[in-house]
C-alpha cells in the first residue's frame, strides 16, 4: 500500500506564498501519478494539480495555473506544490493523492491533508 504524509499548511495573508509538500511511503515504485486537490469549507474537492510520471506536462486548474508548479523529489519520494499570489479563495484542506497499479489493477492513495488559510 501507499501512506501519504502532507505538510506545509499555514495560515498566511493573501499575496504570500507556501509550499505544500506530500511525503510517499510503502509501495512507492507502484506510483504513476500525483496530485493534489483542495477542498473549501461547504464545497466539493476539486483538482488543483497534476502530474504523471515521465510527463513533462503537468496539469493545472485554470484557478491557480501561472500560481503554481508541481515537483516531486525522486531520491525522497516527495511532491512539492508551491503556490505564489495567494488568495483568500484558496483557503481549503489540501490533499495529496496518488494512482498506483497492483496485481489487482489501479487504486488511489489520499493523505490526511493540510490546512492552508489565506487572510485578506
Known amino acids: 500500500q501507499v501512506r501519504l504524509v502532507e505538510s506545509g499548511g499555514v495560515l498566511v495573508q493573501a499575496g504570500g506564498s507556501l509550499r505544500l509538500s506530500c511525503a510517499a511511503y510503502g509501495i512507492i515504485f507502484s506510483i504513476n501519478k500525483w496530485g493534489w486537490y483542495r477542498q473549501a469549507p461547504g464545497k466539493q474537492r476539486d483538482l488543483v494539480a497534476s502530474?504523471?510520471?515521465?510527463?513533462?506536462?503537468?496539469n493545472y486548474a485554470d484557478s491557480v495555473n501561472g500560481r503554481v508548479t508541481i515537483s516531486k523529489d525522486d531520491e525522497t519520494s516527495t511532491v512539492f506544490l508551491p503556490i505564489n499570489n495567494l488568495k483568500p479563495e484558496y483557503t481549503a484542506v489540501y490533499y495529496c493523492?496518488?494512482?498506483?497499479?497492483?496485481?489487482?489493477?489501479?487504486?488511489?492513495?489520499w493523505g490526511q491533508g493540510t490546512q492552508a488559510t489565506i487572510t485578506s
Open positions: 502530474s504523471i510520471n515521465g510527463d513533462d506536462w503537468p
Open positions: 493523492v496518488t494512482r498506483s497499479y497492483s496485481d489487482s489493477g489501479a487504486f488511489a492513495s
